[in-house]
């Protein structure tokens, strides 16, 4: 999906999980969790928000449900790029959270560390 933001490859579009979905311990104590791709790593012009608001809610959806009885997923952002289009950008994020908490129950959020300290 953060290919096809970036470059409107048709080819890029459907979703594609890079991993099972649960998290996971790789030996030696390395834990895999998988995450949301940055769908607006390389920014995104004002007319393409609906676009981007659409692919996240997919992104979300698709890895909620790869994760199944997980208790925990991973949405991260690229700050450099929040920090260029940081008006849009959070505007993007506020609706998107809203819409996670509205549609998902999504309202709890930690860091890594609190989730590796478990």
């Known amino acids: 999906a953060t290919g096809f ?20 311990v790789v030996p030696p104590g390395v ?3 998988p995450c949301i ?12 928000y609906d676009l981007a608001l659409r692919m996240f809610k997919r992104e979300v959806t ?7 009885d997980a208790e925990f997923g991973v949405f991260l952002s690229h700050y450099n790029r929040m ?14 959270f809203d819409w996670m ?3 998902h129950g999504i309202t709890e959020w930690v860091t890594f560390k609190d989730v590796l300290d478990c």
């Open 83 to 96: 920090g260029l289009q940081l008006d849009l950008i959070s505007r993007l994020y506020d609706e998107l």
């Open 101 to 103: 908490a509205s549609a």
């Open 37 to 48: 791709e940055d769908l607006v790593i390389g920014g995104i012009e004002p007319d393409d």
């Open 31 to 33: 834990t895999e969790i």
């Open 62 to 68: 698709n890895t909620i449900t790869a994760l199944g």
């Open 5 to 24: 933001m970036m470059t409107r490859n048709p080819e890029l579009e459907p979703w594609q999980p890079d991993l099972d979905g649960r998290p996971f």
